[in-house]
Nanobody
Framework: QVQLVESGGGLVQAGGSLRLSCAAS????????MGWFRQAPGKEREFVAT????????YYADSVKGRFTISRDNAKNTVYLQMNSLKPEDTAVYYC?????????????????WGQGTQVTVSS
């Protein structure tokens, strides 16, 4: 079992920044790839970013590349998502997830544990 708890969401103006955190417990965090997804009202869950167990490899959706940065601190069992230059279209509930299965890194089916989500709202 893995427990994931996100924090750091909120309301921000366009062009602003937020940093999301995801605290993990219940399994050896440092062995697993972790990801961030988001879901806007009326839309499907969308891949945002993922980071391998060592932090040596990161992957991003084209829509956030150059603006968002995923990182992790294995000593703190925490993964982060630094979001800069936020746009109204970034408004969504953001979820962190634990990757377990051999689907593509941007496929939600490859992730077996999910946090409860944190709301990010970007005003224009």
């Amino acid at each position: 079992q893995v427990q994931l708890v996100e924090s750091g969401g909120g309301l921000v103006q366009a062009g602003g920044s937020l940093r999301l955190s995801c605290a993990a417990s219940g399994r050896t965090f440092s062995r697993y790839t972790m990801g961030w997804f988001r879901q806007a009202p009326g839309k499907e869950r969308e891949f945002v970013a993922t980071i391998t167990w060592s932090g040596g490899n990161t992957y991003y959706a084209d829509s956030v590349k150059g603006r968002f940065t995923i990182s992790r601190d294995n000593a703190k069992n925490t993964v982060y998502l630094q979001m800069n230059s936020l746009k109204p279209e970034d408004t969504a509930v953001y979820y962190c997830a634990h990757r377990a299965a051999a689907y593509s890194y941007n496929d939600y089916r490859g992730y077996d544990y999910w946090g409860q989500g944190t709301q990010v709202t970007v005003s224009s």
